[in-house]
Nanobody, 126 residues
């Protein structure tokens, strides 16, 4: 059974850090384009950071550049999102996703992704 399971969300003060994890089963992340997305209340789901299928390309939303870092551990079949200098506007449900579409350049369009985790809540508040 194909499954993506996120963990690591929680409540953090502004300026704090969190590390999200996404463990995959039933698929090998190394063969997919992968990424992190988020959805705040009343807003559309948006791409945060993504890896290309080749693994050689990443991209980040302008709002998180310099603060968030995406990474992957192929041996553990897990991907991560390190989030530093968190802001209240980062509050959202964060999802990991995988796309079976082969990409050389990282693409964070929601419509490209086939497989989704259940989401983990991140709340940034004092």
């Amino acid at each position: 059974q194909l499954q993506l399971v996120e963990s690591g969300g929680g409540l953090v003060q502004p300026g704090g850090s969190l590390r999200l994890s996404c463990a995959a089963s039933g698929l090998t992340l190394d063969n997919y384009a992968i990424g992190w997305f988020r959805q705040a209340p009343g807003k559309e789901r948006e791409g945060v950071s993504c890896f290309s299928s080749s693994g050689g390309s990443t991209n980040y939303a302008d709002s998180v550049k310099g603060r968030f870092t995406i990474s992957r551990d192929n041996a553990e079949n897990t991907m991560y999102l390190q989030m530093n200098s968190l802001k209240p506007e980062d509050t959202a449900v964060y999802y990991c996703a995988a796309s079976s579409i082969y990409t050389v350049q990282a693409m964070c369009a929601v419509s490209l992704y086939d497989y989704w985790g259940q989401g983990t809540q991140v709340t940034v508040s004092s």
